[in-house]
C-alpha cells in the first residue's frame, strides 16, 4: 500500500495518510482488491453487503408476490443503483486520476437514480396531492436531481475538482432535492406511522452529511483512522440507515395506496426514470470527453 505522498493529487482523501492502492495495475487487481485491507475496503463492503442484503430481503420477497408494487420496485431499482455504483466506485476508482474521474461520474449517477427513484415512489403512492404538485412535482424533481445535483456535481468535479466551494454547492443542492423529496409527504404529517420512518430517514441523511462534509472524525487525527472510521465510512453507515428507513416506509405506505394509485402516475414515473437514465448515459459520455482534454 501507498502513502498518500505517493499517489496523485485528485486520488488523495484529505486526512488520510496511508493505505492507497498501487496506480496503473490490472483490472483483475482492483477487483481482487476487495478482499485485501486498504483505505477502502470497509467503503466497498459497507454497500456490497447492504446491496446483497437488500435483494434478499425486499426484492426477492416482492417478487415472490401475486402482485409485485411497481412504486416498491422502483425504490429498490434505485436504492440497488445507489449500493451497486457506491461499491464499484471505491473498488475502482484508484487505477489512475482517469479512472478515478469515470467511477466517481458512475458514482454520482447512483445517488441521482435513487434520488429519483424516491420521488417517483412517494409521488406514485401519495393518496392525495393538490393540483399544483401534481403538475410540477414531476418535472421539479428531474430539474433538481438532474440539473442542480448530478450535472453540477458532476460538471464540478471533472472540470474544477480542487475548487473549495465545490463542496457546499454540492451539498446545497442535495439538501433542496431532500426537501423537495418529501414535498409529497407534507399534508400527511398528523399520525400516520410510516412517516415516523421518513422522518428518521431525513435524521441520518443529516448525520451523514456531518461525517461526509465535515471530515469527520479523522480531521481530529490525521492518520489514526486511514483503514477504519473515517468520516466517509461512517458516511455509508448513515447512508445504509436511511435506506433501511425508506424502504421499511414505502412498504406502509404502498400498503396505504394500493386501491387509489393511478396507471397515469405509473406511466409517469416509468417515463421519468428512463429520461433520468438518458440523461445520466449521455453526461457521463460528454464529460469522460472533456476529462481526457483535462491534465489532472
Known amino acids: 500500500m501507498l502513502a498518500d505522498s505517493e499517489v496523485p493529487q485528485l486520488l488523495k482523501r484529505s486526512h488520510i495518510r496511508s493505505g492507497y492502492r498501487p496506480l496503473n495495475q490490472s483490472w483483475r487487481y482492483y477487483i481482487v482488491s476487495a478482499f485485501i485491507i486498504h483505505n477502502e475496503f470497509i467503503n466497498i463492503w459497507t454497500h456490497l453487503v447492504s446491496l446483497i442484503y437488500l435483494c434478499y430481503a ?21 436504492i440497488f443503483s445507489l449500493f451497486a455504483c457506491s461499491a ?4 475502482m476508482h484508484s487505477r489512475s486520476p482517469l479512472d478515478h474521474i469515470f467511477w466517481y461520474l458512475i458514482d454520482f449517477a447512483g445517488i441521482a437514480v435513487f434520488s429519483v427513484s424516491v420521488g ?13 404538485v401534481e403538475v410540477i412535482f414531476l418535472p421539479g424533481l428531474l430539474l433538481i436531481a438532474l440539473l442542480l445535483q448530478f450535472l453540477s456535481s458532476s460538471y464540478l468535479f471533472v472540470c474544477r475538482p480542487y475548487w473549495p466551494p465545490r463542496i457546499h454547492i454540492r451539498a446545497a443542492s442535495c439538501l433542496l432535492l431532500t426537501c423537495w423529496l418529501y414535498w409529497p409527504l407534507l399534508q400527511r404529517y398528523s399520525g400516520d406511522f410510516s ?102
Open 58 to 78: 425486499y426484492v426477492h420477497s416482492e417478487l415472490q408476490t401475486d402482485r409485485p408494487r411497481l412504486p416498491l420496485l422502483l425504490l429498490y431499482f434505485g
Open 88 to 91: 464499484l466506485a471505491h473498488l
Open 120 to 132: 417517483l415512489q412517494r409521488y406514485t403512492c401519495a393518496q392525495q396531492l393538490s393540483t399544483v
Open 195 to 296: 412517516l415516523s420512518l421518513h422522518t428518521r430517514a431525513f435524521i441520518w441523511l443529516l448525520i451523514s452529511g456531518f461525517f461526509i462534509s465535515g471530515q469527520i472524525p479523522e480531521r481530529f487525527a490525521p492518520g489514526l483512522f486511514d483503514f477504519f472510521g473515517y468520516g466517509h465510512q461512517l458516511f455509508h453507515v448513515c447512508i445504509i440507515m436511511v435506506t433501511w428507513n425508506l424502504c421499511e416506509a414505502a412498504h406502509l405506505d404502498c400498503s396505504y395506496s394500493d386501491t387509489i394509485t393511478s396507471n397515469n402516475r405509473h406511466l409517469s414515473s416509468i417515463v421519468c426514470l428512463i429520461l433520468t437514465l438518458a440523461v445520466i448515459v449521455s453526461s457521463i459520455k460528454n464529460l469522460m470527453k472533456s476529462a481526457k482534454c483535462i491534465c489532472y
